[in-house]
C-alpha cells in the first residue's frame, strides 16, 4: 500500500529553521514528481514547492523563495523541505504529495495533480 510520511515539524521561533521529511513506501516515487502543501487554520491547502522525478526542476511559491528548499533522495525514497528565516505566517499543517500518474519531468502545483497525500506534520512558528 502506496503510503507518504512526514516527520520534522515542530515549534519554533520566528527566524529559526526546521527540515521536513517525507518518507514514500508501497510504491515507485523516483520518476514521480513530488510536492510539499500547507494548509493554516481556516484557510484553503496551498502550493508551497514542489520537485521533479530527478531534482532538475523545482518551483516554489512566491512567499517562501529563498527561504525553502525542497530537494529528493531517490535511493531512499525520500522527499524534504528546508525552511528557514520561518515567520509566523508560515504556521501550518505541512503536507507531503506524490503525483504518480503524470510525466516526472512536469512542474506540478495544482493539489488536483497530485493523487498520494500525507498525513501532514504540524509547523508552527512563533513571533
Known amino acids: 500500500q502506496v503510503q507518504l510520511v512526514e516527520s520534522g515539524g515542530g515549534l519554533v521561533q520566528a527566524g529559526g529553521s526546521l527540515r521536513l521529511s517525507c518518507a514514500a513506501s508501497?510504491?515507485?516515487?523516483?520518476?514521480?514528481?513530488m510536492a510539499w502543501f500547507r494548509q493554516a487554520p481556516g484557510k484553503e491547502r496551498e502550493f508551497v514547492a514542489t520537485?521533479?522525478?530527478?531534482?532538475?526542476?523545482?518551483d516554489y511559491v512566491d512567499s517562501v523563495k529563498g527561504r525553502f528548499t525542497i530537494s529528493r533522495d531517490n535511493a531512499k525514497n525520500m522527499v524534504y523541505l528546508q525552511m528557514n528565516s520561518l515567520k509566523p505566517e508560515d504556521t501550518a499543517n505541512y503536507y507531503c504529495?506524490?503525483?504518480?500518474?503524470?510525466?516526472?519531468?512536469?512542474?506540478?502545483?495544482?493539489?488536483?495533480?497530485?493523487?498520494?497525500w500525507g498525513q501532514g506534520t504540524q509547523v508552527t512558528v512563533s513571533s
Open positions: 504529495a506524490a503525483a504518480t500518474t503524470l510525466m516526472g519531468w512536469r512542474i506540478l502545483v495544482r493539489e488536483r495533480q497530485y493523487d498520494y
Open positions: 508501497g510504491g515507485t516515487f523516483s520518476n514521480s514528481a
Open positions: 520537485i521533479s522525478w530527478n531534482g532538475g526542476s523545482t
